[in-house]
């Protein structure tokens, strides 16, 4: 069974300081797709970052990046410089060969004290 | 804005009725998908239409139904209506609805059964 797991349901961080969320997924397929989602207090599901499985560079995007380890099946992203307005739920997620369908973790709620 | 427009934002409605849910992906793109958000549940796929035709059925219930049509708009109907059924229901776009796209996602749908 594809799975999603997301082992911190809280995290909280200062300002301008760096956090790290956890993700691990459970596949036994080889060509699969990884995305971090995150949801604001307005609900809208909004795209962060993704890594396609194949490539073995961790993406960056400005201040998000993430940690890859493909035999771990980890997924980590870094949230550097941390500002007031990343405050929100963040979903990892995979999609995979075969099956278009995103199958989500159940989220870290990421609070950003001033 | 994901270019993802989703109509109602709110419905109120009461057990045993019916409603209908609206999306209009993109512009180019030919794939939809639903997703329900439920507190217990988290985040489920329901259903994925490609350029008209059901490609993809995930954890959707009898009582629901989608279709996508010529326009590529797609309406989720929901009938017979519980209390367990009150949820954020979404949709998300992608061009050809294959994994390695990004979906992108409307802002919701939120649904109270009462």
């Known amino acids: 069974a594809q799975t999603v797991t997301q082992s911190q349901p809280e995290m909280s961080v200062q300002e301008a300081e760096t956090v790290t969320l956890s993700c691990t997924y459970d596949?036994?397929?080889?060509?699969?797709?990884l995305f971090w989602y995150k949801q604001p207090p307005s609900r809208q599901m909004i795209l962060v970052i993704r890594?396609?499985?194949?490539?073995?560079q961790n993406a960056t995007e400005n201040r998000f990046s993430v940690n890859f380890q493909k035999a771990a099946k980890s997924f980590s992203l870094k949230i550097s410089d941390s500002q007031l307005g990343d405050a929100a739920m963040y979903f990892c997620?995979?999609?995979?060969?075969?099956?278009?369908?995103?199958?989500f973790g159940k989220g870290t709620k990421l609070t950003v004290n001033p | 804005d994901s270019g993802v427009t989703q109509t109602p934002k709110h419905l109120i409605t009461a057990t045993g009725q019916r409603v209908t849910l609206r999306c209009s992906p993109r512009s180019g793109d030919l794939s939809v998908y639903w997703y329900q958000q439920s507190l217990d549940q988290g985040l489920q796929f329901l259903i994925q239409y490609y350029n008209g035709e059901e490609r993809a059925k995930g954890n959707i219930l009898e009582r629901f139904s989608a279709q996508q049509f010529p326009d590529l708009h797609s309406e989720l109907n929901l009938s017979s209506l519980e209390l367990g059924d009150s949820a954020l229901y979404f949709c998300a776009s992608s061009p050809q609805g294959v994994p390695r796209e990004t979906q992108y996602f409307g802002p919701g749908t939120r649904l109270l059964v009462l």
């Open positions: 596949t036994s397929e080889s060509d699969y797709y």
């Open positions: 997620a995979f999609t995979q060969g075969g099956s278009e369908k995103l199958v």
């Open positions: 890594q396609e499985a194949y490539k073995q």
